[in-house]
């Protein structure tokens, strides 16, 4: 069977972004290990449906492979990225935004709390953005009392850097 042969992508070797909290982290390898147990079943199943004969004909076969592949594949990225991974430690420095840090910052006359953590973390619901967001990246080594302009869609804001939590 060949192989084939794919041309690299936009997205290709793109790495993730080794900051995590503990709890993502603590996560992250709980996922693992659950993956890891699945494992013999997926190999054990490949076995029986190669007993079966003809490959090139066996669909069973040929998902049960893929399924394999793809679980192997799911392991090494979070081995990977567990191994790579650094761990935020949040509330070193409360003069400065870091990773970890809780900024409120008003803009337009509203006040917001933002959570700076890494890129495999973010959620905008309950305002947790990357440190590689606009927002974040420019808020990132400011003080309280600090004023940052932002492009967003177009137009520029002015952020002003209330407290740091």
Do not use: C, W
Not at 4 to 13: L, V
Not at 56 to 85: P, V, W
Not at 96 to 105: D, E, M, N, P, Y
């Amino acid at each position: 069977m060949r192989v084939p042969i794919r041309k690299a992508g936009e997205f290709t070797r793109i790495v993730p972004d080794p900051y995590l909290t503990v709890g993502k982290f603590n996560e992250l390898n709980k996922k693992l290990k659950q993956l890891k147990v699945l494992l013999p079943q997926a190999v054990s199943e490949v076995k029986r449906l190669a007993e079966m004969g003809d490959f090139s004909e066996n669909a069973a076969y040929q998902m049960a492979k893929g399924r394999l592949r793809g679980l192997n594949q799911h392991i090494f990225d979070l081995e990977e990225q567990l191994k790579l991974s650094i761990i935020i430690k949040p509330g070193h420095n409360k003069n400065k935004i870091q990773l970890g840090s809780r900024a409120t910052v008003k803009m337009a006359g509203r006040q917001k709390t933002y959570l700076i953590l890494g890129s495999s973390e973010i959620d905008v619901k309950n305002n947790i953005i990357s440190h590689n967001s606009p927002i974040g990246s420019a808020l990132m080594g400011k003080k309280a009392g600090d004023s940052v302009k932002i492009q967003l869609a177009g137009s520029e804001v002015e952020f002003k850097i209330i407290k740091i939590v």
